[in-house]
């Protein structure tokens, strides 16, 4: 019952509670004081039009949450939705008639809201498949009480979030609050909002996976998560929906990043393939991150390994000129020339330090480098005809006959 301070007997009941101690949980809009599960009885107190409201309740059975779950009527914009438990029954009082208020999911998928109380020794009960509000007003009426606009919610205590909790913890799934404030996604027409809806999708379930990660103390000594969430793949509408998270360390993503960029270049599998492989499976990266990479890769291996390009119709002594200056040997910048090449010196450096650390070492300090100079030609289309120079080095063994081994 919902109790005004003004008559005795609603003066004890809140000089009763004044002694309690209400907190909010942020569930509700009303204030609660309880030692559920250590006692069965809690007490709420909110405030209206600056007056204090207060309820009592005794809970009788916890009750559960099936699957699938119905939540309470949305009779305003922004009113909450709460999920309602199943085999539910709580005491109060409403009116000044002692209730006891139960839910009980019926065979057609709806939920019967049952109010049972005690008149001369007899015990009566009105039920309804439509709302808690609904048969809270069947009740007042059959009892020839006015119609003070209670709601459901309040008298059956759907809003009582430490119960909330209580039945979470049975069920082993993460506490949140339920909140239907949004719109059924299927109501949302347009890609932006449904991506809108997908990502607070994806930050929600990111906080309650990494709270079940240290829950199951999958961490280190230092308690210290040692698994991280990266990626989790929905279908929508017959499409691949992927989450994806921010590791706090991305070396292994960019390794993997490197790989690809190598499985790609040397199967020689071009962007639009690799374009078309991740649009079938969601989960391969994304080929924007793939041609990125490659970009980064490339300009780290010109600032070493610069390619410079020189124009071969001029004279063998301008090109020498050339080749033995520091600028590089382009001729004409504004003009692409037909043939391009690489310093050896600059090669060398690269290769020095890793031939050096390789296990066995191929050279050691005080070694002669043995290079080997070929070439060899090959026609590219029906007109061109090109010819690659390489260098080798001979300390390597058999190792130089493989192919990865010329150097051009």
């Not at 007109?383 to 080798?392: A, R």
Request: glycine share 6%; net charge positive; hydrophobic share 35%.
């Amino acid at each position: 019952m919902a109790y005004v301070l003004g008559s005795s007997q609603e003066n004890n009941r809140s000089n009763q509670s004044e002694t309690l101690f209400f907190i909010n949980d942020g569930y509700s809009m009303r204030n609660f004081s309880y030692q559920y599960p250590a006692s069965p009885f809690i007490t709420s107190q909110y405030i209206s039009g600056n007056r204090p409201f207060y309820f009592w309740y005794k809970v009788v059975s916890l009750g559960y949450y099936p699957t699938p779950v119905k939540l309470t009527q949305k009779n305003s914009k922004d009113c909450i939705q709460y999920q309602i438990p199943d085999n539910y029954s709580v005491e109060t009082e409403v009116s000044k008639i002692k209730i006891r208020c139960e839910t009980k999911y019926q065979p057609n998928g709806k939920v019967r809201f049952t109010i049972v109380w005690k008149e001369n020794r007899s015990e009566w009960s009105i039920y309804s498949d439509r709302s808690a509000t609904s048969v809270v007003n069947a009740f007042l009426k059959k009892n020839n009480r006015p119609n003070s606009n209670l709601s459901g919610v309040y008298i059956f205590g759907f809003d009582i979030g430490r119960l909330h909790e209580c039945r979470l913890e049975t069920m082993g799934a993460p506490i949140t609050l339920v909140n239907k404030r949004k719109r059924p996604l299927t109501t949302i027409q347009t890609i932006s909002g449904q991506n809108k809806r997908f990502a607070s999708l994806g930050r929600e379930s990111g906080k309650a996976i990494r709270s079940l990660i240290k829950k199951h103390q999958l961490t280190d000594e230092t308690n210290q998560p040692i698994i991280h969430i990266h990626k989790i793949e929905l279908d929508f509408n017959g499409e691949s929906i992927i989450l994806t998270y921010n590791l706090p360390d991305n070396k292994n993503e960019l390794t993997k990043i490197d790989a690809i960029v190598r499985a790609c270049d040397e199967s020689l599998l071009a962007r639009d393939g690799y374009r078309r492989l991740a649009a079938v499976e969601a989960f391969l990266i994304r080929e924007y991150l793939i041609a990125n990479r490659r970009v980064e890769i490339t300009n780290l291996i010109n600032k070493d390994l610069r390619i410079g390009t020189f124009n071969i119709n001029k004279s063998d002594n301008d090109l020498l000129n050339h080749l033995e200056s520091d600028d590089g040997i382009i001729v004409d910048e504004a003009e692409i020339g037909n043939g391009t090449y690489r310093s050896i010196y600059t090669i060398l450096q690269t290769l020095i330090p890793l031939w050096k650390e390789s296990s066995p070492a191929i050279i050691n300090s005080g070694d002669t480098l043995k290079l080997k100079f070929g070439g060899d030609g090959r026609n590219v289309g029906r007109k061109q005809s090109h010819v690659m120079m390489t260098i080798c080095l001979l300390n390597e063994g058999e190792e130089v006959l493989k192919p990865e081994h010329q150097y051009w």
